[in-house]
């Protein structure tokens, strides 16, 4: 076995490893002596420069040791500075540090080694003590050391965010769903007003389980809170999607934190109930349950292919040209840009309708390319497919139900929107639910002739036939019926599909008629404060018994009469959008000082929370952090990765000096 040689003072191997390789007799040639221990003037120079430097006036071997301990200290911050830069870029951006060969002369070492380069290449400092000018166990771009940066981040980030809730209450959002290497991950967000006023919703850690149970989910929640010093008991609020185990009377996760903490409100996302209403119901109808269908159908069968998708492109781009040369539609930035086919997805809020919206858009064009899928499709299958959708898009039931579909979905856009904000409020939430609902019902009032107008416009431009309301239905197997094509398009379509949407509506948006959020409508200041009701205020401080006591429910009813009086005359309080803006300006006028108790009131009903919509971006940038090529990401790298690349703002405001602090207390290491 060849063993690994010492090497000399000029740098070369000598030793055990020549002695080895090349016998006993090499050592009797010219040279091999001062090649093993380098030359004898050499280091008799090198002595006597050691011992002049010691001789000095005023020079001890002591004041020696300790200048060349602080000249290694300060070479060894440098280093550690340069990788925390690269690192902190690496992280916002989510960005993968290592590559699949580091060797030094290697074109594929990774983005950690390669940032490093350009921040040394024009810093001589930097340049003269990192990397290959590094003492080899001091150089800090090893894994370990890159993984240790990433922690002491994370550490810091959400040390700032724990920090500023304190002791404060907040709301829990939480969800699960599985990485790219099929682990189950449990993500949670707090939602709490900083000391602005200002309504935050923070990431604070994803967590494996091993599988979703409630009781699983409990104990994971509880361990993320204690290892931030935050506790339970401080939950005013939580927000889930509809699984079983979330939402169970019994045994959901909603149902065990109840029975630890009596105010820890639960709230079903809005969100997704909302897709549940508009999609799921829809279905139910068999007309519409066809159109979804084929609506999917058709993005598979005409993007399913490189040179199908090519192919409405083009025809898109010279559709746009010959209309632009017509004057029949406008040019600017922004306008007329290249398009294809959404894809339609249930868990993505608000996909339905820009498929609808892009189908309405490339309509002719769709056409043209199932008709020449039709005809030249590689085989019998996909010729049948082709066929069939066109055969579909040439009814009138699929023109109506399209219709229908866009301004059904259009209504509840707005609502849609507005639930993703971060600083959304539920008394706002539950106006634009009560707002939409009453749209809703005002269409499937008055609608149908509209909209039976705009499906005719619809047809006559695009050569599809048209039908007389007062004649007999005709079934797409040509059978006469005995009703009319009137009661057939309203009656039972349009009036059917509206009275289930509206019906499973008021269902599923039971929360915005309870005793909670009518008491806390009262706080709205929305037209001079026409909803102030003093008796709903002091009962909701009675729902929130752990936040007030007997005697500040005596001060409270007092302050409330002051406060109601003190803002009605005040015009900084008079075009507020919401109840956001109030904390806010209740922060920036020191009104939260004088009406501590109303501020408390409003701080509980702005941490309720409305959707899961930053739980779902925080799987989102999972995807970015942890993907294909990097799916063997431990769980504590990704957990402080994600953080990191989540909370853009508070990685920046994570100072250098933090982080080097953090790092040296985190473990022990030479220099």
């Known amino acids: 076995m060849k063993q690994v040689g010492l090497m000399n003072f000029n740098g070369q191997k000598g030793g055990r490893d020549t002695f080895a390789s090349e016998g006993f007799d090499n050592w009797s040639k010219k040279g091999a002596l001062s090649t093993h221990v380098g030359s004898i003037d050499s280091l008799h120079n090198k002595a006597q420069q050691k011992c002049e430097l010691l001789l000095k006036k005023h020079q001890s071997i002591s004041e020696t040791i300790r200048k060349q301990t602080k000249l290694e200290q300060t070479n060894y911050e440098i280093r550690l500075r340069a990788s925390i830069q690269s690192c902190r870029l690496l992280l916002k951006d989510a960005l993968p540090f290592r590559g699949h060969d580091e060797s030094e002369n290697s074109l594929t070492r990774g983005l950690f080694l390669d940032v490093l380069s350009l921040i040394r290449k024009n810093n001589e400092v930097i340049h003269n003590v990192t990397m290959e000018n590094a003492p080899k166990n001091e150089k800090l771009t090893s894994p370990t050391i890159q993984k240790d940066l990433v922690k002491c981040f994370a550490q810091e980030v959400i040390m700032s965010i724990c920090d500023e809730i304190g002791k404060d209450v907040f709301g829990i959002l939480v969800d699960e769903s599985s990485d790219v290497s099929k682990k189950e991950q449990m993500a949670i967000v707090l939602r709490y007003v900083d000391s602005r006023g200002l309504v935050k919703e923070i990431f604070i ?301 008021g269902d599923r948006f039971s929360e915005v008629t309870t005793e909670l959020v009518e008491c806390m409508g009262a706080l709205s200041h929305c037209d001079s404060f026409s909803r102030f009701d003093k008796s709903k205020l002091l009962k909701l401080s009675e729902i929130y018994e752990d936040d007030f006591d007997d005697s500040e429910r005596v001060h409270l009813s007092s302050q409330l009469d002051v406060y109601y009086h003190s803002l009605i005359h005040d015009d900084k309080f008079a075009n507020l959008k919401g109840i956001s803006e109030l904390s806010r300006l209740m922060v920036e006028t020191g009104k939260n000082l004088s009406f501590h108790l109303v501020y408390r009131l409003l701080k509980l009903t702005l941490i309720l929370p409305v959707a899961t919509a930053t739980v779902e971006r925080c799987f989102s940038a999972m995807k970015l952090v942890k993907t294909d090529l990097r799916n063997k990401i431990g769980d504590e790298f990704l957990n402080g990765a994600l953080i990191c690349t989540v909370e853009k703002e508070a990685l920046m405001a994570a100072t250098d000096d933090k982080i080097v602090d953090r790092f040296y207390k985190l473990a022990t290491r030479r220099g």
């Not at 979703?212 to 999607?241: F, P």
């Not at 068999?286 to 159109?291: C, G, L, M, S, T």
């Not at 406008?330 to 809020?349: F, I, V, Y």
């Open 205 to 505: 850690g994803i967590v494996h389980v091993t599988n979703t149970s409630s009781l699983t989910l409990k104990e994971a929640i509880d361990t993320v809170l204690t290892n931030n010093n935050l506790s339970m008991a401080q939950v005013r609020g939580q927000g889930y999607d509809g699984a079983s185990n979330m939402r169970g009377a019994f045994n959901g996760l909603k149902s065990l934190i109840l029975k630890e903490n009596k105010s820890a409100h639960y709230v079903h996302c809005f969100a997704h109930q909302l897709q549940l209403v508009i999609v799921a119901v829809a279905k139910k109808h068999d007309d519409a349950k066809e159109f979804f269908e084929q609506l999917a159908l058709v993005v598979t069968v005409v993007c399913g292919s490189c040179k199908r998708n090519d192919m409405l492109l083009e025809m898109h781009k010279k559709r746009v040209e010959e209309e632009i040369g017509q004057g029949e539609i406008k040019t600017g930035k922004g306008l007329n840009q290249e398009g294809s086919l959404a894809r339609p997805g249930d868990t993505r809020w608000g996909s339905h309708l820009r498929t609808i919206i892009s189908l309405m858009k490339l309509f002719p064009k769709v056409v043209k390319v199932l008709a020449y899928i039709g005809k030249e499709g590689l085989s019998a299958y996909n010729r049948n497919q082709a066929n069939g959708i066109l055969a579909y898009f040439n009814t009138l039931e699929f023109v109506f139900v399209l219709h229908l579909m866009l301004e059904i979905l259009g209504l509840t856009d707005t609502l849609s929107k507005h639930l993703q904000r971060k600083d959304q409020d539920i008394l706002e939430a539950a106006m634009l639910i009560k707002g939409t609902k009453r749209a809703l019902l005002a269409l499937r009032k008055d609608g149908f002739p509209q909209l039976f107008e705009n499906v005719s416009s619809f047809c006559e431009k695009h050569s599809i036939k048209i039908v007389e309301l007062t004649e007999y239905y005709v079934t797409p197997r040509n059978r006469t019926t005995n009703k009319t094509n009137q009661y057939h398009f309203e009656v039972e379509i349009f009036n059917t599909i509206l009275d289930k949407q509206i019906q499973e509506y």
